[in-house]
C-alpha cells in the first residue's frame, strides 16, 4: 500500500530556520505549506515550482485570515501532519522603554499569532486522531536578560500554553514538542525581525551597549547551524516518543543549566521560609 505523503504547515517561512526547514522538507519528498507576511517575498525565497509546495500570504494576528489559510491547505493536500509555529520576532529594549502598543504587537504575533493557528489546526489534527506541533520558542523562553524582557516574556507564554496543550492533545495522539534553540546563524537579527523602542531612555546604558553587541558582535557569528537545526526537527518529526522541550546549540544547554542552577541555589536558601507557610 502506497504510504501518504506527510504535509508540514510552517509559519514566517520566509527567512530564517523557517525558510530552510521548508526547503529541505521540500528536498525530502513532502508536501510544505508556507505562510509569511508577504507573498512575493515568500515565493521569492523558496524558489520553487513544485507542485507539493503551497504559498500562503497570511496575517497570522488575523484569526479568518489563518482559518482561510488552514482550509487552502487542507482543501490541496487534504491533511496537515506537522506544524511548525515559526513565526516570530523579537522586542529589544528595556521594559520602561517599550510602549503599550509595542509590547501588544509583539505578544500579537509570538503567543496570540502562535494561538490563532495552533487553534485552527488542531481542529484538522484532532479529528486525523494524529499529528505534531512544533512551537519555536527560545533558550530565552527559559531565562531572561537585561533588554530582552518583552521578548522573553513572549517566549515564556509559549512554554507554558506549550505544556498545557501537550497534556490537553495527548489523548488524541498528537505531539508538542518546544523548540529552545540558542543563538542561530540566522538573519534574526538582521532580517527586520528585531525591532526596538521608539522612546529609547538614554540612562539605560548596558541595554544600549547590549543592543550595540547584538548588531555588530553576536550577528554572523552564532554558533548554531540552521541546516542541522532543521534536520533535528525533521528526525524529531519521525520519533514515537518525542521530546516535549528540546534544547537546540551548545550555548541553549549553557544557558538552561545555568537556570537550573539559579532555581535550585533559590530553592535551598529560601527553603524554611517556604516551609513556615504551611498551616
Known amino acids: 500500500m502506497e504510504t501518504q505523503i506527510k504535509t508540514w504547515f510552517i509559519t514566517g517561512a520566509s527567512q530564517g530556520l523557517g525558510l530552510v526547514l521548508a526547503k529541505q522538507l521540500l528536498n525530502e519528498g513532502y508536501n510544505v505549506v508556507a505562510t509569511g507576511r508577504n507573498l512575493e517575498s515568500l515565493k521569492a525565497a523558496m524558489d520553487t515550482s513544485s507542485e507539493q509546495f503551497l504559498p500562503l500570504q497570511v496575517d497570522l494576528v ?46 500579537d504575533v509570538n503567543v496570540f499569532g502562535l494561538l490563532n493557528v495552533t487553534r485552527a489546526v488542531l481542529a484538522h489534527m484532532r479529528a486525523a486522531k494524529s499529528g505534531h506541533i512544533f512551537n519555536l520558542s527560545s533558550v530565552f523562553g527559559l531565562i531572561a536578560g537585561a533588554g530582552w524582557g518583552i521578548y522573553c516574556a513572549t517566549k515564556f507564554a509559549v512554554e507554558g500554553l506549550s505544556e498545557a496543550l501537550a497534556q490537553e492533545v495527548k489523548p488524541f495522539n498528537i505531539n508538542v514538542t518546544i523548540i529552545e ?12 525581525s528585531i525591532v526596538t523602542p521608539k522612546q529609547p531612555i538614554s540612562d539605560y546604558t548596558v541595554i544600549e551597549e547590549n543592543k550595540h553587541k547584538h548588531e555588530q558582535e553576536i550577528s554572523g557569528s552564532q554558533i548554531g547551524d540552521p541546516q542541522k537545526a532543521a ?32 532555581l535550585q541555589a533559590g530553592i535551598q536558601d529560601n527553603l524554611e521560609v517556604s516551609l513556615s507557610t504551611d498551616f
Do not use: C, H, W
Not at 72 to 88: E, H, P, Q, T
Not at 186 to 192: D, E, Q, S, V, Y
Open 62 to 107: 488575523n484569526e479568518a485570515d489563518v482559518k482561510s489559510g488552514v482550509a487552502a491547505a487542507i482543501a490541496k493536500f487534504k491533511r496537515i501532519d506537522f506544524l511548525v509555529n515559526n513565526a516570530g520576532y523579537g522586542l529589544m529594549g528595556g521594559i520602561e522603554e517599550s510602549s503599550n502598543i509595542e509590547v501588544q504587537a509583539n505578544f
Open 181 to 192: 534553540p540558542g543563538y542561530f546563524r540566522t538573519n534574526f537579527l538582521t532580517g527586520g
Open 231 to 262: 534536520e533535528v526537527m525533521i528526525n524529531t518529526s519521525k520519533l514515537e516518543n518525542p521530546p516535549l522541550r528540546l534544547l537546540l546549540g551548545s550555548d541553549a544547554v549553557q544557558f538552561a543549566n545555568y537556570k537550573v542552577e539559579l
